[in-house]
């Protein structure tokens, strides 16, 4: 069975510092993996997506993820916050070979940021 | 903006009644899908279309209902409301349907049953 696991519900870090979210999938073959960021009382939006390509894939706002098939692992960071990137972050796999395609989504980071 | 389009954006109703959720997709794209996100729950999908046809459902409880019109708009009915109803119910769309397409999501309904 495919899943999708963000091994932290909250992540805390100051202003100015490295940024690491984990997320952990498991799926049968190649997937697609997806991190989606929301802002409070705001809808979804796509940071960046691994499709079979790169395994270090560059997103929005600074944001890069590495695709790691040995770990199964698909963690997001950036070098250094922003009081804007306080938000939370959904990592999402999309099972290659599932035949209806549906999103994994896992459970959420929230991410503070400290002054 | 996602190009995704959601109305209305906040809705405030009593239990048991019954409203609708409309949401326009990207301009050119054949699939919508809709999601709701509870505190208790996180996101859940509910039900996928792809080009007026029900392509995969979810965790969708029979009192909701959806379809997609021939001019790719879609709309969630959600009838006998229950308190545990509320959330913020999401629209996303897609080009197509594929593995290697994300969706865009709009902004959003937020839906208050009291």
């Known amino acids: 069975a495919q899943s999708v696991t963000q091994l932290d519900s909250h992540v805390s870090v100051s202003e100015g510092t490295p940024v690491l979210l984990r997320c952990n999938y498991s799926?049968?073959?190649?997937?697609?993996l997806f991190w989606y960021v929301q802002h409070p009382n705001k809808g979804l939006q796509l940071l960046l997506k691994?499709?079979?390509?790169a395994t270090l894939v560059k997103g929005i706002n600074g944001f890069e993820a590495e695709f790691k098939k040995s770990e199964t692992s698909f963690h997001l960071t950036k070098p250094s916050a922003h009081m804007s990137d306080a938000a939370e972050y959904f990592c999402?796999?999309?099972?290659?070979?599932?035949?209806?395609?549906?999103?994994?989504w896992g459970a959420g980071t929230k991410l503070i940021i400290k002054p | 903006d996602s190009g995704v389009t959601q109305t209305p954006k906040h809705l405030i109703t009593a239990t048991g009644q019954r409203v609708t959720l409309r949401c326009s997709p990207r301009?050119?794209?054949?699939?919508v899908y809709w999601y709701q996100q509870s505190l208790d729950q996180g996101l859940q999908f509910l039900i996928q279309?792809?080009?007026?046809?029900?392509?995969a459902k979810g965790n969708i409880l029979e009192r909701f209902s959806a379809q997609q019109f021939p001019d790719l708009h879609s709309e969630l009915n959600l009838s006998s409301l229950e308190l545990g109803d509320s959330a913020l119910y999401f629209c996303?769309?897609?080009?197509?349907?594929?593995?290697?397409?994300?969706?865009?999501f709009g902004p959003g309904t937020r839906l208050t049953v009291l």
């Open positions: 996303a769309s897609s080009f197509r349907d594929s593995s290697y397409n994300e969706q865009f």
């Open positions: 301009s050119g794209d054949l699939s």
């Open positions: 279309y792809y080009n007026g046809e029900e392509r």
């Open positions: 799926s049968s073959y190649s997937p697609s």
């Open positions: 691994y499709t079979s390509a």
């Open positions: 999402v796999v999309r099972p290659y070979m599932d035949s209806n395609y549906q999103l994994i």
